[in-house]
């Protein structure tokens, strides 16, 4: 299979991009840096918040922004794109339509995985404006799986991990991860999906059960990534 170049639209959020480019050269099977993908990666921090922009239209869209940045990826010689931000993937179609290479679909890809694991009953950890365009629950019933989301309270709880902790820089406890785990896994999931990048990090922090009890989706997006470029993944 011809080796593809991967393009990342990246700065959605910035940590979150450079835990992704770290995961594919992780997951790639390689020996030499020679046998690694050739990947470009715009940490494009310009993009407005996706999920400011969803609540409420009359913040900035960043739309064109990406838009921009697929245009910028291709001029550079990109044979496919993918974006480390679940939250974007609400403007996926319109993003797809005006650029010239195929763009992976980090939520599809996600809601598959979970299908090949033989899940029956889902939880979907996001932000707020992930979950409020319903994005993963109708990709996850589209493969005959039922998706659960937090309450309320709960949903406040992983906002303020997302925004105040991750985004900011700052490490979690394990005592405020195991309150969002123990009331999922309290409604009968099969599964949780870590269905926001910056979930990663927790991930990667606190090195959960992922494929016996977790689905992180950027690790589902860096093996596709690597698939798809023609290459083999770990």
Not at 30 to 52: F, G, L, V, Y
Not at 126 to 142: D, M, V
Request: proline share 4%.
């Amino acid at each position: 299979m011809t080796k593809k170049t991967l393009g990342i639209i990246g700065g959605v959020g910035p940590l979150a991009t450079m835990l992704l480019g770290e995961m594919i050269v992780r997951r790639t099977k390689a020996s030499t840096d020679q046998e690694h993908m050739h990947c470009i990666i715009d940490n494009d921090t310009r993009i407005p918040d996706r999920t400011a922009y969803i609540l409420d239209h009359t913040k900035p869209n960043p739309l064109p922004v990406m838009v921009q940045d697929a245009g910028k990826l291709v001029g550079m010689g990109v044979d496919v794109i993918c974006i480390p931000c679940n939250t974007a993937h609400y403007f996926y179609d319109d993003l797809a339509k005006d650029t010239a290479v195929p763009i992976l679909h980090m939520i599809r890809e996600t809601a598959q995985k979970v299908k090949n694991l033989g899940a029956k009953k889902v939880g979907v950890l996001g932000t707020k404006g992930t979950l409020s365009t319903n994005l993963y629950q109708n990709a996850l019933r589209e493969q005959g799986i039922e998706p659960i989301v937090p309450n309320d309270a709960l949903q406040d709880v992983l906002m303020e991990i997302i925004y105040e902790y991750i985004k900011a820089g700052r490490s979690i406890s394990r005592e405020m991860w195991q309150r969002i785990e123990d009331a999922m896994f309290a409604e009968g999931c099969d599964y949780i999906v870590l269905g926001c990048t910056e979930l990663s990090i927790v991930n990667r922090d606190f090195a959960l059960d992922q494929d016996s009890r977790y689905v992180d989706a950027m690790v589902t997006l860096a093996d596709r990534a690597i698939e798809v470029c023609g290459y083999e993944h770990v």
